[in-house]
């Protein structure tokens, strides 16, 4: 008997204190709407709402007030959203802290049409209202203070915000700032990639004398100087909305303001390349070969693909060089790029691809027929990249035979290679009477049969 007691009492003990967490319901107002009405977030909690953490941001949106109010037992928490401007605009999956406890929300798509007042909230004594200090830093680096000429580096803006900072914060009109300052960060003399794209929504743990911060990238280029001249990064803005708050038993009042964050000027200096007949087209940096041959040992009139692959820093403007006149029967089929990291560093793969067709037997050491000739940044010297595959070609030699193709895909590869020029008329010509001759005799032979018949 008294087991069961203890285990019924134990059950009710356990749904009583689980009871207690409370069930929750979060709610969005219309989510079609014009500037003159405003968007809401509505939390509904069955238990006293003790402690609330912040309801999240939306993009082009001001907060306004948040509201507490309890009925028939249920607590309420409502915050109010005012559109800045007309579009459609995504409210991201959000988690909200009620008594500790974290509940998830998926988010929603908000669209705002027509115009609305400037006067965005009622006019309010600002005296009664506190000033908040958001504790964020807008930080531009270079991965290089100095380098060579032709040597890429890049260039990472991002917005920093301390763990600790209990501020709430917005921006205004991102993505327009962002463009305008994405042209800000290429000076005159440089050419530059862009590999960002916007990535507010991820951040990285960092740390920044001493404090911790979340940082955020805005924008992120590779830049290479084309002449000697200095590089100057001037000082950067990014507008930001901040709240004064008031705050009462039933009532979170806010004011916003706009504020400005810059950065801090970026100085890089540049070196010029040693004296070398090709100083002015040769890139500086770190760059690696990987080399393909798909068959090494094919015969005379046959024929392989052979890649070359080139991976650094900016290698999308690298050029390979091909020493045709040692070897003619190699044939450039297609040149690829594509980027294949983009942490710290600006990471890019270059591909060229080639088509060998030899007519002489023989062993064909690749190194004499393509190099990659750059500065090395870490030598601090000129270098030179080069193929180390070797092709054996046997049988005999067809260098004045017509060639023929065992395989159909070696024959359209090489299709893609041949020249596009148009045919003599005279020659095209003598084709149609040569062709047309030979029908008239195969008629007349016809012709003769049947009469003998």
């Not at 406890?101 to 005296?127: H, N, T």
């Amino acid at each position: 008997m008294r087991p069961r007691f203890f285990f019924i009492f134990f059950f009710f003990l356990t749904s009583y204190l689980f009871g207690q967490e409370g069930n929750i319901q979060i709610n969005f107002s219309e989510k079609h709407l014009t500037l003159k009405d405003s968007f809401s977030i509505t939390i509904q909690y069955d238990t006293r709402i003790k402690n609330l953490g912040n309801f999240p941001e939306i993009p082009d949106f001001l907060k306004g007030n948040t509201y507490f109010k309890k009925e028939n037992k249920i607590f309420y928490a409502q915050q109010i959203y005012y559109p800045t401007k007309v579009g459609t605009f995504a409210l991201p999956d959000f988690a909200i802290l009620v008594n500790e406890k974290s509940f998830p929300s998926k988010g929603v798509s908000l669209r705002v049409s027509f115009a609305r007042a400037k006067q965005l909230i009622p006019k309010r004594d600002i005296e009664k209202f506190e000033e908040t200090h958001p504790d964020l830093r807008l930080l531009c680096k270079s991965s290089k203070d100095v380098i060579y000429l032709g040597e890429p580096f890049v260039i990472d803006l991002s917005i920093n915000i301390a763990v600790e900072n209990s501020a709430e914060i917005n921006f205004v009109d991102l993505n327009s700032q962002l463009n305008k300052l994405r042209s800000k960060l290429k000076p005159n003399n440089c050419w530059m990639e862009d590999f960002n794209t916007l990535a507010i929504d991820k951040g990285e743990k960092t740390i920044i004398d001493s404090k911790k911060y979340i940082s955020f990238t805005l924008a992120k280029i590779s830049l290479t100087p084309l002449d000697s001249s200095d590089i100057k990064i001037p000082s950067l803005s990014l507008k930001m909305i901040k709240y004064k708050v008031r705050k009462t038993k039933n009532l979170i009042e806010r004011i916003p303001e706009e504020f400005e964050i810059p950065s801090q000027v970026i100085n890089i200096k540049i070196h010029a390349l040693p004296p070398h007949p090709l100083r002015n087209v040769t890139p500086a940096g770190i760059y690696t070969l990987y080399e393909r041959l798909y068959n090494e040992n094919v015969n005379t009139g046959e024929g392989t693909k052979y890649t070359l692959t080139i991976i650094g820093k900016n290698v999308s403007r690298l050029t390979l060089n091909l020493n045709k006149e040692v070897n003619p029967d190699i044939f450039e089929r297609k040149i690829s790029y594509r980027q294949v990291s983009s942490g710290k560093e600006v990471i890019g793969e270059k591909t060229f691809e080639y088509f060998i067709m030899p007519t002489e037997p023989g062993e064909y050491n690749l190194t004499k027929y393509f190099n990659l000739i750059f500065f090395n940044t870490i030598k601090h010297e000129y270098d030179t990249l080069l193929p180390r595959k070797t092709l054996v070609v046997s049988g005999e030699s067809r260098k004045n035979n017509e060639i023929s193709f065992d395989r159909e895909d070696e024959f359209y590869s090489l299709i893609k290679n041949l020249n596009d020029n148009l045919i003599d008329k005279q020659h095209d010509n003598t084709i149609k009477i040569v062709i047309n001759a030979f029908i008239i005799v195969m008629l007349l032979s016809t012709l003769v049969l049947i009469l003998k018949r």
